[in-house]
């Protein structure tokens, strides 16, 4: 029997008024539809710890396909995956819910796609990355409240390890070893011990290697958007988790100095960089493989399965860092129009790498430089404003546009009439009349 708990205090002090109120109409349509449905997972988890978390996982045991559909009705949208017995809710205001069916899993071997064979809350419990996020709590209306934990994740969560439900938990899918880091660092907790044990061991044994690309990238993508990067590479450099799961790779000390510095950059100038949130993982993907072997590097990318674009900007931070410097290095003075036109050819998640990568100072600060500030830098004209003096619609708008950032990257324009001025004297109109 499972260690119960009533936690609706709990959940009446921590929870926003939309997740209250979304829970309680999901467990009363459960209870219409005769189903029994929980809440689990990290929800539970973070609940438990104080921590703000709105990915509502449910779990039914029963049809959760009929419940998910029966929500159509309701203005919500839905999708459903028919072989998995899964699907997500999407009420107005594109708030998602998950809803699964308590499902047990059989691995027919390591890294197969799981079947799924109807079961119960137990069964579904068990199949998780770790007793902490094994927990899970009724939502029907006549137990609501009701924390429901089997595996001892409250104990795991009071100790604050992470600790897997069995043995073969990592030879079933690998992928929870790059969980459980992403998840150690972002909670401060500790592996106990055994746990620990099974990693090292799944790392020698070569589980990782098994992984798909596409599983491997988005664990790593997961990682290395999290808010400190740092801690985890340097975890997974001691564990030897970069080799097994890229042959040949070297993340040396030059790589580590070069993730280092990305996660401070991120860190100082979060609010000042350009929106690369989508994209920063890149940069520390470009930096991890900064050392290794050409072959090892295309390897590595192929691997991943990366979209043209993703590549492209892998590629060129690796491959363009010295003409980069060569371009806006040196001790001479560099003007900002020299490191605006240079820079703008690049994305910004490339040239923040460079930024990280580069030995010479004077090319980190000129990058900075341009990624906090020039790369924004706009004329207070616009296109309006120019046809508003007589100059004809077409593309010599756009040239005198881009003639007017130049100008005001050299400093000769500060003011709106500065720039009037200034286009007067650069186009005068005159001269395009009789041209
Ligand atoms: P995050 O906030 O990073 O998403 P989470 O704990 O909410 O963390 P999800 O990826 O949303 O994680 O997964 C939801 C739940 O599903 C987890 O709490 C975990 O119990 C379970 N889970 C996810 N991936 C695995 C896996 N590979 N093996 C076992 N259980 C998993």
Same mark, same amino acid.
């Given at each position: ?5 009533? %936690?609706?205090?709990?959940?009446? *002090? ?25 809440? %689990?997972?990290? /929800? ?17 045991? $029963?049809? #959760? ?12 949208? %839905? ?20 809803? #699964? ?49 089997? /595996? $001892?994740?409250?104990?795991?969560? *009071? ?16 992928? =929870? %070893? ?6 150690? *660092?972002?909670? $401060? ?25 596409? =599983? ?7 990682? /290395? ?34 993730? =280092? ?89 490339? #040239? ?37 003096? $007589? ?45």
């Amino acid at each position: 029997l499972p260690w119960t708990e009533d %936690v609706s205090q709990l959940m009446a *002090q921590r929870l926003s008024p939309w997740i209250t109120q979304t829970l309680r109409r999901l467990g009363r349509r459960a209870e219409e539809m005769s189903l029994k449905a929980y809440v %689990v997972g990290g /929800f539970v988890r973070d609940l438990l710890l104080g921590k703000e978390n709105q990915d509502l996982d449910i779990v039914i045991e $029963g049809d #959760a396909l009929a419940f998910i559909k029966s929500w159509e009705t309701d203005g919500c949208k %839905v999708a459903v995956h028919e072989r998995y017995k899964t699907g997500t809710i999407v009420f107005p205001g594109d708030k998602k819910v998950d809803v #699964a069916t308590a499902r047990r899993e059989f691995y027919e071997y390591p890294v197969a796609l799981p079947k799924v064979a109807g079961d119960s809350l137990k069964h579904d419990l068990y199949r998780r990355d770790f007793t902490v996020n094994s927990m899970a709590i009724s939502i029907n209306r006549t137990s609501w409240g009701t924390l429901i934990d089997y /595996f $001892g994740g409250r104990r795991d969560l *009071q100790s604050r390890q992470l600790r897997v439900l069995h043995n073969l938990s990592f030879v079933e899918d690998p992928t =929870r %070893v790059l969980r459980g880091l992403r998840l150690k *660092q972002r909670l $401060g907790f500790e592996f106990e011990d055994n746990t620990f044990r099974l990693i090292k061991s799944a790392v020698k044994g070569g589980l990782l290697g098994l992984l798909s690309g596409t =599983r491997v990238k988005n664990e790593l993508k997961l990682i /290395f958007m999290e808010e400190k990067v740092y801690p985890i590479v340097l975890e997974m450099v001691r564990l030897n988790i970069f080799e097994a799961l890229f042959s040949g790779i070297k993340v040396d000390r030059n790589c580590i100095r070069i993730v =280092r510095r990305l996660s401070f950059f991120l860190r100082r100038l979060r609010y000042d960089l350009p929106d690369i949130e989508e994209d920063v993982w890149l940069a520390f993907l470009a930096a991890v493989i900064f050392s290794s072997a050409d072959w090892v590097q295309h390897a590595t990318l192929d691997k991943l399965h990366l979209s043209k674009s993703n590549r492209e900007i892998v590629e060129k931070a690796l491959d363009d860092l010295g003409t980069a410097e060569n371009a806006i290095g040196g001790k001479g003075m560099r003007s900002y129009e020299e490191i605006y036109l240079f820079l703008r050819d690049a994305p910004y998640v490339t #040239a923040l790498f460079w930024a990280a990568a580069t030995q010479q100072w004077r090319v980190r600060r000129r990058i900075l430089l341009y990624l906090t500030r020039l790369h924004r830098v706009n004329p207070i004209l616009m296109g309006r404003d120019l046809v508003e003096l $007589g100059y004809p619609k077409g593309p010599l708008i756009g040239k005198i546009l881009e003639e007017l950032l130049l100008a005001r990257l050299r400093g000769e324009v500060e003011t709106r009439e500065d720039e009037i001025k200034w286009v007067k004297n650069n186009y005068p109109l005159y001269v395009l009349k009789k041209g």
